[in-house]
């Protein structure tokens, strides 16, 4: 599978924004799929995922008040929205995919074998 992340810019603090990934090849529905980011200067970290399948949906602790992860199958593209931006929200995210990928792996970068190029997502304070 190919990934490609978009939807990053410029926001305010206290706007929303929106990102959106978008799978191509056979299978999508067999994908977990997450995004990750990377803040200057910091390790890449886990926001959120959803499991192949029946799509359970997973967030970091500090996302999960403003984050929401969604995934549509027919068009083959997972959306993550977060509220409420901060500048701490500052990174380049990116997402990522791996096929039948167990739920107890899906929070952890190691496991998932397909990334995109990751969108550049700057919040203003």
């Known amino acids: 599978v190919q990934l490609q992340a978009f939807g990053g810019g410029l926001v305010q603090a206290g706007e929303s924004l929106r990102l959106t990934c978008k799978a191509s090849?056979?299978?999508?529905?067999?994908?977990?799929v997450a995004w990750f980011r990377q803040a200057p200067g910091k390790e890449r970290e886990f926001v959120a995922a959803v499991a192949w399948g029946a799509g359970q949906i997973y967030y970091a602790d500090s996302m999960k008040d403003r984050s929401t992860i969604s995934r549509d199958n027919a068009k083959k593209t997972v959306g993550l929205q977060i509220t409420t931006a901060k500048p701490e929200d500052t990174a380049v995210y990116y997402c990522?995919?791996?096929?039948?990928?167990?739920?107890?792996?899906?929070?952890?970068?190691?496991?998932?074998?397909?990334w995109g190029q990751g969108t550049l997502v700057t919040v203003s304070s």
């Open positions: 090849g056979p299978g999508f529905i067999n994908y977990a």
């Open positions: 990522a995919a791996a096929s039948f990928l167990p739920l107890h792996y899906i929070t952890t970068e190691r496991y998932y074998n397909f």
